[in-house]
């Protein structure tokens, strides 16, 4: 059953998280940057780059400012974050990837996967510049709307298939749980009534030996002649000796006290014949029965003879 139900729960796992991937949206960003310094003409220069997050990230730049109108944000002031403390142009060129975080403005990163030497020569240019250079960005969302065959598109027959594997779950969970409780319930009903039949036999069985009589054997009294013959207990295979207490069962077979009352306690019957102790004192269920059919004939009987 578990085989069943661990896969179904992460398949829905699996199309939530394609769902809420979907539901961001966003597929790339444009950035169109304007750098104008005092005395020189405005540089333009465009890229492109992915949201990603700002975790573990090794090098980033860190643009502050303010954003104007909508999508217009201007630059105040350019930092570096690395965690190898290094500013050179170099180790900036060759380290892969440039990052930036547009403060206050995005909480991801944006990682720059169009052209990156443009911008590295003016982010670096703004923090060595004073402060009569002006730097602006503009920012452009992409958003993906064309199909894309590796992303799930949850649709509404999608939302139905999740609810309906999940109700699935549930309800064989549900049977699961139900089926151990009543199987518990069933084995405890039976422990109960074992328990039960064995302390009604023990109790049968104790009324039983009551009535067996119980004597005192004497090698030179001859008046059991069953002893002439009988002179080794059947349970512990010991020969009887003086003095020592036996128990006459309804067959005529005798043993050791000690020996045979442990044993009708557990058995009911006799080691050598299998005569059952309980004979006259419980009736069989085939007595019941019989008994029961008598009743209802001489009840009918009786009724066919009052109404003639």
């Known amino acids: 059953m578990s085989s069943i139900i661990f ?31 005092l005395f020189f003409d405005v540089k333009e220069f465009k890229t492109r780059g992915l949201l990603i997050s700002k975790q573990h990230l ?19 002031k350019v930092t570096y974050k690395s965690s190898f403390n290094l500013m050179c142009d170099t180790c900036l060129g060759k380290s892969g990837r440039i ?14 996967i169009g052209p990156q030497y443009d911008l590295l020569q003016y982010l670096q240019k703004f923090m060595n510049s004073t402060k009569t250079a002006i730097f602006q960005c503009t920012i452009e969302f992409i958003y993906d709307e064309t199909p894309d065959k590796d992303r799930f598109h949850l649709s509404k027959t999608g939302l139905f298939g999740i609810i309906f594997l999940t109700t699935c779950i549930i309800l064989t969970l549900l049977v699961c749980v139900g089926w151990l409780v009543i199987s518990y319930y069933r084995r405890l009903a039976y422990r109960r009534m074992k328990t039960k039949l064995r302390k009604a036999l023990a ?50 077979h005798y043993y050791h ?52």
């Open 7 to 37: 896969p179904g729960i992460l398949l829905v796992n699996y199309l939530l998280l394609k769902s809420h991937t979907y539901a961001q949206g966003i597929s790339y960003i444009n950035l169109h940057f304007y750098y104008k310094e």
């Open 58 to 76: 090794e090098n980033v730049y860190i643009l502050s400012g303010n954003l104007w109108g909508k999508n217009t944000f201007n630059i105040s």
């Open 99 to 112: 990052n930036i975080l547009l403060s206050d403005i995005l909480d991801n990163c944006i990682q720059i």
């Open 203 to 252: 109790h049968s069985v104790q009324q039983a030996l009551e009535t067996s009589p119980v004597i005192i054997f004497d090698s030179k009294n001859n008046d059991n002649p069953n002893l002439d013959t009988e002179t080794i207990c059947a349970i512990c295979l010991d020969t009887f000796s003086d003095n020592e207490k036996l128990r006459r069962l309804q067959c005529s």
């Open 257 to 308: 006290v000690s020996c045979i009352d442990p044993w009708l306690i557990q058995h009911q019957s006799c080691p050598l014949c299998s005569q059952s102790v309980l004979d006259g004192l419980i009736p069989s269920v085939s007595e019941q029965v019989t008994t029961r059919e008598n009743t209802q004939q001489r009840s009918r009987s009786s009724s066919d003879l009052e109404h003639q």
